[in-house]
């Protein structure tokens, strides 16, 4: 059975830093693109940032020089370091993994910047 599971969410000041993990287990995540998304109250979820399976990144507009989006094959784990954090980052986060037989969603953490 496929699981993931987020942490490091929580309550940070406005400037503040937080980093998000998102550790699967029952796959690989080798074998995936995986994402970070985020959904604020009222709001459609978004993509936040992206990363392939050979490393490479996207981010939207709005993160870009921010947040990283890094991956650890050999511990099964994605992480999203946020820096310079705004209150309009104030959502919840979930990491998705997917390829061409199908994809996943972590259960979702909360981040809220204010201060």
């Known amino acids: 059975q496929v699981q993931f599971v987020e942490s490091g969410g929580g309550l940070v000041q406005p400037g503040g830093s937080l980093r998000l993990s998102c550790t699967a287990s029952?796959?690989?995540?080798?074998?995936?693109?995986i994402a970070w998304f985020r959904q604020a109250p009222g709001k459609q979820r978004e993509v936040v940032a992206g990363?392939?399976?050979?490393?490479?990144?996207n981010y939207a507009d709005s993160v870009k020089g921010r947040f990283t989006i890094s991956r650890d094959n050999a511990k099964n784990t994605l992480y999203l370091q946020m820096n310079s954090l705004k209150s309009e980052d104030t959502a919840v986060y979930y990491c998705?993994?997917?390829?061409?037989?199908?994809?996943?969603w972590g259960q979702g953490t909360q981040v809220t910047v204010s201060s």
């Open positions: 998705r993994a997917w390829n061409s037989a199908g994809g996943f």
């Open positions: 029952g796959m690989f995540l080798e074998a995936y693109t």
């Open positions: 990363i392939s399976r050979g490393g490479n990144t």
